[in-house]
């Protein structure tokens, strides 16, 4: 087992096909061009046939061939104040600090929405309904919206 190649259910060497890194997002996303084959350069011409015109000697890219266009995909970076791996508390928390961003600096203050990406991506979508919920009905668990008689 000290062995660090991996096989497969049926014995036959696995490979694990790691894909480049998508472009930044300011660069444009096109598929690399391929060089042609040095072999495949020019093709054989007969003594007395007419020169293959210039398009039939391009290589024509297949679609398979092709990688589809990257996604950027978007996720929280590293927070201190929550170095552990149940990110519950975390979730809670961007919550609050978005609505209470939102509450001090307006709703126009985009830095806000730092936190509205943070807790949509972490907490699960029925926590957040909920929360709006008691929030809309002065039942929120926090000092600045919970009113009497909850």
């Given at each position: 087992m000290g062995d660090s190649a991996r096989t497969s259910s049926d014995g036959k060497p696995c490979s694990l096909k790691v894909s480049a890194p998508c472009p930044p997002s300011s660069a444009p996303l096109r598929p690399a061009a391929a060089a042609p084959p040095a072999a495949a350069a020019a093709p054989p011409r007969s003594d007395n046939g007419p020169a293959p015109d210039k398009a039939a000697q391009a290589p024509q890219a297949s679609k398979s061939s092709q990688s589809p266009p990257c996604k950027e995909i978007w996720s929280p970076g590293f927070d201190a104040r929550f170095p552990n791996m149940n990110m519950t508390r975390r979730c809670w928390q961007n919550?609050?600090?978005?609505?209470?961003?939102?509450?001090?600096?307006?709703?126009?203050?985009?830095?806000?929405?730092?936190?509205?990406?943070?807790?949509?991506?972490?907490?699960?979508?029925?926590?957040?309904?909920?929360?709006?919920?008691q929030r809309e009905a002065g039942c929120f668990p926090m000092p600045a919206y919970k009113k009497c008689g909850c």
């Amino acid at each position: 087992m000290g062995d660090s190649a991996r096989t497969s259910s049926d014995g036959k060497p696995c490979s694990l096909k790691v894909s480049a890194p998508c472009p930044p997002s300011s660069a444009p996303l096109r598929p690399a061009a391929a060089a042609p084959p040095a072999a495949a350069a020019a093709p054989p011409r007969s003594d007395n046939g007419p020169a293959p015109d210039k398009a039939a000697q391009a290589p024509q890219a297949s679609k398979s061939s092709q990688s589809p266009p990257c996604k950027e995909i978007w996720s929280p970076g590293f927070d201190a104040r929550f170095p552990n791996m149940n990110m519950t508390r975390r979730c809670w928390q961007n919550y609050v600090d978005y609505y209470r961003c939102q509450e001090k600096l307006g709703e126009d203050y985009e830095p806000c929405e730092y936190f509205k990406k943070t807790f949509t991506y972490l907490c699960p979508e029925f926590w957040i309904e909920q929360w709006d919920d008691q929030r809309e009905a002065g039942c929120f668990p926090m000092p600045a919206y919970k009113k009497c008689g909850c």
